[in-house]
């Protein structure tokens, strides 16, 4: 069977991910403008078709230490949030400069592994994220190194990359990398290493070539790209792993040159779909009215006023059953409201909601990305 490899401009929402060794001149300790500018003319490119972009970029302990003049080799956990507090607003200015230049607007989202993965918080910067690319406007997104402590950090920014990915329903991944794919085993070890072109799936014998886990050498080496590749693929992203190396990276993707596609057989919205409807314990019910249940067959967001009882206690972004006024499960999916404010606002209408919660909140109940409608 032949595997047919994807073209770049199959996808419609790209998260790309940017190493420290691509952005940052160790030597100097300062970004590399003329590779980064090349860069963004990708990227530029790629959004003048329509395409919506997102960046992950590394880069700030690694320019934050050349400031602060800190020594060489590993740092101490307060010295890389020092470095990264300053490093950060370089790394940020930098970007939105480069992006000006292809008229793009930028937007800084710093994220802790909480805000990925505490149901709440990711509901946020999910929609935070979606806002965002409603403005055209480019996110560039690292992790919150100022405030992230090891145990409750990512690390590494593929891994990272890969939750942004999934957590805003990307159909691709970037990962700019200083080496240009998977091999069949560590090629600098290994002449008889093979470059592998596409991985249809990640088995356990691909989990192997990458190397042993956690070892300190591999920390954001090949490891953390297959985990990354795991995020994405059983999430219905696919990824692409390809050498930042060379100027405009993301041309030379797009103009066939070597890298290795992970690929998915699920899309983001069926993966989505399918974790709302099926891995998650629902915390409590919503009672709808009639009209709301033909509305959410109809592809509508559920909105308040289709409320009609609220059974249980339950948080922001918990899962909930819905169902129609003869008691059936209409669907179920992620709600907006904790159960006491959905209980205050039920049955009004979206235009109260800021009068009854004295916040203004989300228009939807349950936005319909967040839901899945139908019998299980
Ligand atoms: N967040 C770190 C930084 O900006 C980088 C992590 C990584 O290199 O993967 O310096």
Redesign the pocket.
Known sequence: MTVQIPALSDFRRIVIKV??ALLVDSARGKVRLAWLTSLAEDIGALHRQGKEIMVV????????RTVLSLPKGPLRLED?QA??AV??IA?ARTWAEVLAHEDITAGQILLTLGDTEERRRYLNARSTLARLMEHRAVPVI??N?TVATSEIR?????R?AARVATMASADLLVLLSDIDGLYTAPPAQDPQAEHLPVVPRISAEIEAMAGAAGSELSR?GMR?KIEAGKIATSAGTHMVIASGHGKNPLRAIAEGGRCTWFLTAATPARARKAWIGGALEPRGVLHLDAGAVKALHRGASLLPAGVARVEGSFERGDAVLLRGPDGAEVGRGLVAYDSDHAQSIMGRSTAEIEAILGVAGRAEMIHRDDMVVGAK
């Open positions: 190493g420290s970029s590394s880069g700030a302990i690694a320019l934050g890389s470095a990264a490093g950060q790394l690292n992790e190194d990512y690390g590494d920014n593929d990272l954001g953390t």
